[in-house]
């Protein structure tokens, strides 16, 4: 079966980075779009960053949500295994519990994911 695991999480004083991990196994598609999310208790999910490939495999196209857009960078390995959150210029709001997520058939964010992480916490203080 399909399984992402996250790690990098921590608590981190304000202004640092910090870089995010999600591994991915099991998965049994050829394409993937690869995204992070993050949620605060009692708020909505949020759409982090999500990255895929277009048309072509090597057109490989990035998505950030205004929030973090500048700051934030997500990669992925050639493989589509694993992807990756750098983070940068961390502040409060950045708190939250962060999952990666993986879907055969979605460019971005504003979609429903298959296949979900069980999270990594982040806390900025």
């Known amino acids: 079966h399909v399984q992402l695991v996250e790690s990098g999480g921590g608590s981190v004083q304000a202004g640092v980075s910090l870089r995010l991990s999600c591994v991915m196994s099991?998965?049994?598609?050829?394409?993937?779009?690869l995204a992070w999310f993050r949620q605060v208790p009692g708020k909505e999910r949020e759409g982090v960053a999500a990255?895929?490939?277009?048309?072509?495999?090597?057109?490989?196209?990035?998505y950030y949500a205004d929030s973090v857009g500048g700051r934030f960078t997500i990669s992925r390995d050639n493989a589509k295994t694993m992807v990756s959150l750098e983070m940068n210029s961390l502040s409060s709001e950045d708190t939250a519990r962060y999952y990666c997520?993986?879907?055969?058939?979605?460019?971005?964010?504003?979609?429903?994911?298959?296949?979900w992480g069980q999270g990594t916490q982040v806390t900025v203080s």
């Open positions: 990255i895929y490939a277009a048309i072509r495999p090597d057109d490989v196209r990035s």
């Open positions: 997520a993986a879907d055969p058939a979605v460019t971005g964010t504003g979609f429903a994911y298959h296949y």
């Open positions: 099991g998965y049994p598609y050829t394409s993937a779009c």
